[in-house]
């Protein structure tokens, strides 16, 4: 079986970068594990393949942060589907930061919203309907009203395996970190990648040390181990907090003239 949905897109310049001090940096899990915050698990293949890992696991990397970060008090569940649908995704898939950015501009809605339902038989079927309707947009609109995201590289993709282990498990301290991996080949109780092979798909670490990443996939067994010979060519952390009440241009004025 072949599993895909990640296209590579090289950072650029200005793309944040981990270290750079321009997303806030508060620890939330000194011992990286976010293990016990994660959502309900989902898979992104049923009666058809819909290459929406990016969709689904940047959702769950969100859902986990917010419940983990005491945002909500309960554990949300947005629309992949909706994500896939505003990001442009299609088969073979798409690249993360586009995934980020459609999130933080045109934010999420719930998944009982647009659900991933048992009678969608094609990718067509599920990415549809495009454009979506207004009810769907303005519930994104409103959730970008609420909730401030961002998010960032965690290293170069050039970086040597040391470096990405000891950034990796930084940056696990602040959020769920999506991975990028080959998947899926499994030798013994991890996964791991065969010779040559690139990087195919896009999961959710929830937990690393030294010896390996634990994910929580799109794929069953939705928790997998993976060996750090993945050597994943790339990983995004996430911020999310409250967004700061905006003033209208009036509301200034009014006040200026009694000031």
């Known amino acids: 079986m072949t599993y895909n ?21 508060k620890v939330l899990r000194p011992d990286s ?18 290459s929406n890992c990016t ?20 554990k949300p569940n947005y629309s ?24 933080r501009h045109k934010g999420l809605f719930a998944e009982s919203l647009l659900p991933f339902s048992d009678d969608i038989k094609s990718s067509q079927d599920y ?14 609109d409103n959730w970008v009203e609420v909730w401030d995201f961002g998010y960032e590289w965690v290293y170069p993709s050039s970086a040597s395996l040391s470096y990405k282990q000891e950034a990796l498990i930084e940056a696990l301290k602040y959020s769920p970190v999506c991975i990028s991996v080959y998947a899926w080949y499994q030798v013994g109780e991890f996964y791991d990648r065969p010779n040559g092979e690139p990087d195919t ?15 929580e996939d799109s794929y069953p067994p939705f928790k997998k181990k993976v060996a750090w010979d993945m050597n994943p060519r790339q990983a995004m952390r996430y ?4 967004q700061m009440k905006k003033v209208s241009w009036w509301m200034k004025y009014w006040k200026s003239m009694f000031a």
């Open 80 to 103: 992949d589907r909706g994500v896939g649908i505003m990001a442009g995704t299609r088969p073979p898939g798409n690249n993360p930061k586009t995934v980020a950015d459609t999130i």
């Open 5 to 25: 949905g990640y296209l590579y897109v090289p950072a650029k310049e200005e793309d944040y970068v981990l270290g750079g001090n321009k997303l806030p940096q």
């Open 201 to 215: 798909h896009w999961t959710t670490a929830i937990f690393a040390n030294k010896e390996y990443i634990l994910v």
């Open 33 to 50: 594990d976010w293990s016990n915050d994660v959502p309900e698990s989902e898979t992104q293949i049923k009666q058809t393949e819909t």
């Open 127 to 140: 990415y549809s309907p495009d454009p979506l309707p207004y009810a769907l947009t303005k519930e994104g």
């Open 239 to 242: 911020h999310i907090g409250k």
């Open 55 to 74: 969709g689904f696991n940047t959702a769950t990397a969100v859902e986990t942060l917010m419940f983990g970060a005491g945002l909500v008090a309960e």
